[in-house]
Nanobody, 127 residues
Framework: QVQLVESGGGLVQAGDSLRLSCAAS????????MAWFRQAPGKERDFVAA????????RYADSVKGRFTMSRDSAKNTVYLQMNSLSPGDTASYYC????????????????????WGQGTQVTVSS
């Protein structure tokens, strides 16, 4: 089982940028498909971005496409979420997730497909 620790959240103004990090430990990082989800108060946890085990495949939610970029650094066992042009609608707790059951280099976008989750980091965007 992998442990995931998110960091990089904070309070920013509309139009600003943030970079979230998710450090993984306790597993073989290269075996994990990874993703970011977010959850606003009173809402469900929604898909934001996902990356395949190799890093060669990416998928984004329509609401963040063109503004957010996900990447992974195998040397640091870390995935990142670069968030640009933030708006109040991006305010949420952001969660990192990992899936180790894959045998292929696929991208997973479903919440139930991920077995390991971090504790989350809060992103608040003021107008």
């Amino acid at each position: 089982q992998v442990q995931l620790v998110e960091s990089g959240g904070g309070l920013v103004q509309a139009g600003d940028s943030l970079r979230l990090s998710c450090a993984a430990s306790g597993g073989t990082f290269s075996r994990y498909a990874m993703a970011w989800f977010r959850q606003a108060p009173g809402k469900e946890r929604d898909f934001v971005a996902a990356i395949s085990r190799s890093g060669g495949k990416l998928r984004y939610a329509d609401s963040v496409k063109g503004r957010f970029t996900m990447s992974r650094d195998s040397a640091k066992n870390t995935v990142y979420l670069q968030m640009n042009s933030l708006s109040p609608g991006d305010t949420a707790s952001y969660y990192c997730a990992a899936a180790s059951w894959l045998l292929t280099d696929a991208v997973l976008t479903g919440r139930s497909q991920y077995s390991d989750w971090g504790q989350g980091t809060q992103v608040t965007v003021s107008s």
